[in-house]
DNA sequence: TAACGTTCTTTTTTT
DNA sequence: AAGAACGTTA
């Protein structure tokens, strides 16, 4: 993380040792850069291509691909630093970035694949395939959807087409999947949609059946540098290879100890047989590890050398022992939470630290929890950066249904979606009417909604139905109109919002999280606000360099407007929870240890460290998937630069049940001489008398008091803690101190809205916000002014009866609805 | 049609 | 523990 340091002042090698500094200077012919953890593989790739521009290199000609979108916009920052320009015409992206960037231009190659086409996320995908399997009546309790979408993807990541996959099914089973897959492929191209593995196998049929469509790339890539190669896919590696035959200018780096995607079709054979890919390829190994302390990787290299298949290797340090490793055994998991949080105040206290120098990892998600319970009591900030994403929210989801509708009125899962939210009284039995009439007669969504008088009585749609379809057509039209104005993605999100009602219905829904909701939806807006900000920018890179004719290109009608929306909307669907993660915030980071790949902290916290959690139960019994679980756990400990504690519990709750728990097989692929236990006994010592009384001391006293850092807010003193740095929250980079609150459910509570993609925080502190039901007796008038919990604001226009039988109609924003009081939970304003 | 209550499933990991 | 899925009720 030192280059900015260094950038510019000194030339280029001196910041290299002699390994990197051959893996720089090597531009030509293939390369394999062996790098193990820590070895200063990040700073070798950005100044390899810094140095090939530098060398005269047209930036045009390089494609560099890096794992994530971060560590994509971090390379082409610092190569900016280095080199000075901005390295116009650069791709630096990840796969699925780089191949949306070709199929935006050449998707059209593809014989009936459209230009505006929009990405599924995995909850579309589960949609629709839900929707197979009820047009093939399957059983979902007999085959599960999510299994059978793993069989679709891996067999597309191994470049299967249905055909294809079905020639080679096996057993029952692979058949019916293929009759599965054949129809969610049929499903997918009828809504002009792409799964994410479409994004990368499209792709590579673009380029195997259209020479000219190859060439093109072939000739322009003279320089391909691949990140993290271990972890490539059949598809991904056949992309690559495909790009580097002509000039043999690969460059691939990474480190088989570090695979850990076997699960989502991650090949290490890829690396692994590079050299009979390439023979002429010149293999380097940085085996120097600039990181982590002396005693860490000593812990990193005993637990992984317990793997068979592997390369040997053997990493080393010129850094001090530093400190033990610690291992601390928890009685149950939140005594684990509360050690964490001890820990991190103590060192903080002691060391001088900051939050920003802790991270806490765990196997799965769902032990972010019990941590993030205990962070909020202490009043410690922290930030989750994986687990339920910001637009997964349910209405972050309606809203992008209805601009994904807008952009591509094909898309079937989005029409489903908000078709009747909020309420238009177009119910399920018409819905049904309306897919089967489309897929029958083979007329898109479309089409169908224009000429709804000609074929609604075909379709045998009641009246109502009819008219509310109507109206949802003409606003979407509208919606569509607006879009192709070319006015900012703002006003159009904007104006999708009220004019669908769907603004009006949340606020109205003041029960429970309806305030949540509109804070999400503002963070929303606040997004869209940001992309307009690079909109010119965006719109340069679309159409960069490449044979696009945006203006006259009938798909994606609109031109401008529409594109801008589409960029967009792929941002959303392709942007990671980890690519917001921000170094320099001050708050412990929460994250899983896959997300945790190629970052570095000075503290680590690993937790969790029991069998069946970590190695996961579903990886223990399976030697190859429990050694994929083992380098997980090397590279867990090998993110650590000074200090790391590894924490078990022995007890833990799962499914709201207590269990026992052993302490994981990894804790004792450690030599005891590398671990310090001390500090085990110490705590074990003062748990019974001190635990409680500490985190007294902690909750209440000054003593943490003021630290200055935060202007002044009082961190500890009782219980009320502010938001680090006054929780600027200004554009996508909102992300106020999630877990800084500490629960009384005052009114500026801020449940996780936190920004893009964050967790959304606890909603301790939430209880007693209940709306009570209306009070008994209550009369309604005509002209009454009432809110409905759902449908928000309304006008009593009759009511029959008193008190909890009346029978009250009442006009909500854009619907009429009969209610009867006791039930309906009306209340007055 | 929608609200509400009961029962069931869920936890790998992510682009 | 929390959410989804289903059935019941008005």
Not at 318 to 344: I, M
Not at 522 to 527: W, Y
Request: glycine letters at 10%; aromatic letters at 10%.
């Amino acid at each position: 993380m030192s280059i900015d340091r260094h950038q510019l002042a000194v030339p280029l090698s001196a910041d290299l040792n002699p390994a990197q500094g051959e893996a720089v200077k090597l531009t030509e012919g293939p390369l394999l850069l062996l790098a193990g953890a820590g070895s200063g593989k990040t700073r070798v790739l950005t100044y390899r291509v810094a140095h090939m521009i530098g060398q005269g290199v047209d930036p045009w000609s390089i494609l560099a691909i890096t794992f994530t979108n971060k560590a994509a916009a971090e390379m082409r920052e610092r190569i900016t630093g280095l080199v000075g320009t901005e390295g116009k015409g650069l791709w630096v992206g990840t796969f699925h970035a780089v191949c949306m960037r070709v199929l935006r231009v050449e998707i059209e190659n593809l014989p009936g694949y459209k230009r505006g086409f929009v990405i599924c996320d995995s909850a579309d995908q589960l949609a629709l395939l839900r929707s197979v399997l009820g047009e093939l009546d399957i059983d979902e309790k007999k085959f599960s959807p999510r299994s059978l979408l793993e069989v679709i993807s891996n067999a597309k990541n191994r470049l299967l087409s249905p055909e294809a996959f079905e020639r080679e099914a096996g057993d029952f089973f692979a058949e019916l999947a293929a009759r599965v897959y054949r129809v969610y492929q049929a499903k997918l191209f009828a809504n002009n949609a792409l799964d994410f593995d479409d994004i990368i196998m499209l792709t590579v049929r673009v380029l195997r059946e259209c020479p000219q469509v190859l060439g093109f790339y072939q000739n322009r890539f003279r320089y391909i540098l691949v990140d993290e190669y271990q972890d490539t896919n059949h598809a991904q590696y056949v992309l690559i290879n495909l790009l580097a035959s002509r000039h043999r200018n690969l460059c691939v780096v990474g480190d088989d100890d570090q695979s850990v995607y076997g699960w989502r079709g991650a090949d290490v054979t890829n690396i692994l047989e590079f050299e009979r890919d390439y023979p002429e390829a010149v293999v380097l190994k940085l085996e120097q590890n600039y990181r982590s302390s002396g005693s860490i990787l000593a812990v990193a290299n005993a637990i992984v050398k317990h793997n068979r298949g592997r390369k040997e290797k053997s990493l080393w340090t010129e850094k001090d022992d530093g400190d033990l490793v610690v291992v601390h055994r928890a009685v149950n998991d939140t005594e684990e939470a509360r050690y964490v949080v001890d820990q991190v105040l103590r060192l903080r206290d002691n060391l001088g630290l900051n939050y920003g120098d802790f991270a806490v990892l765990y196997r799965t998600n769902a032990q972010s929890r019990v941590l993030e319970e205990r962070f909020i009591r202490a009043g410690v900030p922290y930030r989750v950066y994986s687990g339920v994403k910001f637009y997964e929210r349910m209405e972050i989801k309606d809203l992008l249904a209805y601009l994904r509708f807008v952009f591509n009125p094909n898309d079937s899962v989005s029409f489903g979606r908000i078709v009747n939210v909020p309420r238009r009284g177009i119910g399920d039995a018409s819905l049904q009417k309306l897919f089967a009439f489309s897929a029958g007669e083979n007329v898109s969504l479309l089409e169908l909604l224009a000429s709804l008088d000609r074929l609604a009585p075909e379709m045998d749609l009641q009246g109502r139905a009819v008219n509310a379809l109507k109206g949802f057509a003409s606003m979407i039209e509208s919606f569509r109109e607006l879009a192709r104005s070319g006015t900012s993605l703002w006003e159009l999100t904007q104006f999708v919002l009220h004019e669908s009602g769907y603004w009006e219905s949340l606020r109205g829904n003041r029960a429970a999280d309806g305030e949540a909701r509109l804070e999400n939806i503002d963070e929303f807006l606040n997004l869209t606000a940001e992309f307009d900000g690079r909109a010119t920018e965006f719109l340069e890179d679309y159409d960069l360099g490449l044979a696009a004719d945006t203006d006259t290109d009938a798909a994606v009608d609109g031109g401008q407007g529409m594109a801008l929306l589409g960029g967009f909307l792929e941002q959303v669907a392709l942007v990671a929870d980890i690519d917001s993660y921000d170094d320099g915030e001050d708050v412990v980071k929460f994250m899983t240890m896959h997300s945790a790949k190629g970052l570095e902290f000075p503290v680590v916290f690993l937790v969790g460290m029991e069998e069946g959690i970590f190695p996961s139960s579903r990886n223990i019994l399976e030697p190859v998937l429990l050694e994929e679980e083992r380098r997980l756990c090397y590279v867990a400990v090998t993110r650590a630069r000074e200090r790391l504690f590894l924490v078990h519990a022995r007890q833990r709750t799962r499914f709201g049940r207590t269990e026992s728990a052993v302490p994981s097989r990894f804790l004792s692929e450690i030599p005891d001489d590398l671990v310090n236990a001390s500090e085990e006994a110490d705590w074990g010592r003062s748990y019974g008398a001190g635990a409680y009384g500490r985190s007294e001391r902690y909750g209440s006293s000054g003593r943490y008091g003021s630290s200055g850092r935060y202007g002044g807010s009082e961190r500890y003193g009782g219980d009320s803690v502010g938001n680090p740095g006054g929780a600027s929250r200004s554009g996508a980079g909102a992300r106020a101190g999630a877990g800084a609150d500490s629960g009384w459910g005052q009114k500026d509570h801020e449940p996780g809205r936190s920004g893009w993609g964050t967790q959304k925080n606890l909603d301790a502190g939430r209880a007693g916000q209940e709306t009570p039901a209306a009070p008994v007796e209550e009369t309604y008038f005509v002209g009454d002014k009432v809110i409905h919990p759902s449908f928000g604001q309304g006008i009593v226009m009759s009511c029959r009866g008193v008190g909890d039988e009346a029978e009250v109609t009442v006009v909500f924003a854009g619907e009429v609805k009969k209610l009867i009081a006791a039930y309906a939970r009306l209340e007055k304003t």
